[in-house]
């Protein structure tokens, strides 16, 4: 069965430093997703990506966050400049459809910002 | 807006009784529903979810879930819970693609 797979499992990275978190969504769906989850805390959202461009972004997914797709497979989440808040367990998603779509997740990045 | 509340943030229960793990949520607009789980070190897997007819929904590893409108709730339930159904149960609403998620509940079977 087709999943989605993220590296690395897990980054641990100096505050201030950029960090680069990869996703190899399932080969046919078009919805892409980024939630994070800080340690004790609810999954929350982040962004959506849509055919080659965000489709819709939460209050967390300020200027020091964007994503990419630069080829057919991958999706990234880029952090410019990390804070020591930004230290959770991230997660990608990808849906071939919206409006109930079933999202499947892979199964985190844990980031550690120091 | 939309949010979920997961009344119970531990259950602990044993091996092979019924569970119930409550979700409510709140919409001004019809949303779809879904129960994910997110066993030890792993990412979340959907359970079930909703999206209309027959309010009673099946998922997977015997689980089901009942949509009651009235009372804006999606409740999870299985008849007899496994060792193997420990694990943190999310329940998550959207009416577009972005899910909101509520604070979960732990799942702990016990011999």
Known sequence: EPEVTQTPSHQ??????????????????????????ILGQKVEFLVSFYNNEISEKSEIFDDQFSVERPDGSN?????RSTKLE???????ASSPGTNGGTQYFGPGTRLTVL | AQSVTQLDSQVPVFEEAPVE??????????????WYVQYPNQGLQLLLKYLSG?????GINGFEAEFNKSQ?????????????????YFCAVTNTDKLI???GT???VFP
């Open chain 1, 12 to 37: 641990v990275t100096q505050m201030g430093q950029e960090v680069i978190l990869r996703c190899v969504p399932i080969s046919n769906h078009l919805y892409f997703y980024w939630y994070r989850q």
């Open chain 1, 75 to 79: 999706f990234t989440l880029k952090i």
């Open chain 1, 86 to 92: 930004d230290s959770a367990m991230y997660f990608c």
């Open chain 2, 21 to 34: 793990l409550r979700c409510n949520y709140s919409s001004s607009v019809s949303v779809y529903l879904f």
């Open chain 2, 54 to 58: 027959s309010t009673l929904v099946k």
């Open chain 2, 72 to 88: 804006t709730s999606f409740h999870l339930r299985k008849p007899s819970v496994h060792i193997s159904d420990t694990a943190e």
């Open chain 2, 101 to 103: 998620f509520g604070t």
């Open chain 2, 106 to 108: 732990r799942l702990q």
